[in-house]
């Protein structure tokens, strides 16, 4: 079949302002939206940014707006957004982070604030002797959903609150630190309370849901959110398990 794909196009460096450019590709509906942008960069339009590495939904790199919904090029088929002959694809960078170029967004201030978040494991204890932490299965699957994150940003860009709050740390880093709070053996909420309990942390975060349904590993965004908010009030009130 024969598909267009109309890209947004902007280098910082030569436009003052973004246009859009649309390419005439043919495919195979089960190809992926990646195999395109490849066929293009190859074939055709070699000046084309997009970023991509493993090409089997592990990495994250490539998470974009295709048709005006996050998601992963390399995880979308032609057939999940094109139905017929001469539709017409439109691609677009992730919301909430500069162009870097085309589809390329600058990450600086997302990962900024994932590190913020210290996503990294603090033991509540002392190594024991055979060095290993050891959990059961029921206080792995806890966090289980949380470790499955790959940072693509898809939720960054598809929550509303970071319309309004540019300052908002996003749903990405509370998943982060919800994969830490809940972790049976490093010191959870406590170390991570002054980070997570802030009007812009876990505060500004209203439900929409929006970041839950375009995450590419199916992770419930906003519950772990939702739990985290009543981890913290538990805490305050003393009534933490
Ligand atoms: S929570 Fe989902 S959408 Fe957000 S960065 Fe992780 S994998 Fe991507
Ligand atoms: S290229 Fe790695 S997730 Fe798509």
């Known amino acids: ?28 509906p089960t190809d992926r939206v990646l195999d395109a942008l490849m066929h293009i960069s190859r074939h ?14 592990v990495c994250g790199s490539d ?7 996050e998601g992963l090029a390399c995880k979308t088929l032609i ?31 997302f990962l900024s604030k994932f ?10 204890t002392q190594p024991p002797a055979n060095g290993e932490y050891l ?17 693509c940003g898809a939720c960054y860009s598809a929550c509303p609150v970071l319309d309004d709050n540019p300052d908002f740390v996003g749903p990405a880093a509370l998943v982060a630190a919800a994969r ?15 980070i997570v309990d802030q009007p812009n942390a876990v505060w500004s975060c209203d439900n929409h849901f929006e970041c839950t349904k375009v995450c590419p590993r199916d992770i419930k965004i906003t519950k772990l959110i939702n739990f985290t908010k009543q981890a913290i009030k538990k805490h305050k009130e003393g009534t933490e398990a």
């Open 1 to 28: 079949m024969n598909v267009t794909l109309d890209i947004l196009r902007f280098d910082p460096e030569a436009d003052k302002k973004s246009h859009r450019k649309k390419y005439d590709v043919t495919v195979e």
């Open 44 to 57: 055709e339009d070699g000046t084309l940014a997009f970023r991509k590495s493993c090409a089997h939904g």
């Open 63 to 69: 998470a974009m707006r295709i048709n005006g919904k």
């Open 79 to 109: 057939r999940d957004v094109a139905k017929n002959d001469g539709d017409v694809i439109q691609l677009d960078p992730l919301n909430h982070m500069p162009i870097q170029k085309d589809l390329m967004v600058d990450q600086t201030v």
């Open 115 to 124: 590190k913020a978040i210290e996503p990294y494991f603090k033991p509540k």
């Open 135 to 151: 959990q059961s299965a029921e206080e792995r699957a806890v966090i289980d959903e949380a470790t499955k994150c790959i940072n």
């Open 180 to 194: 830490f709070v809940f972790d049976s053996r490093d010191e959870g909420l406590k170390s991570r309370l002054d």
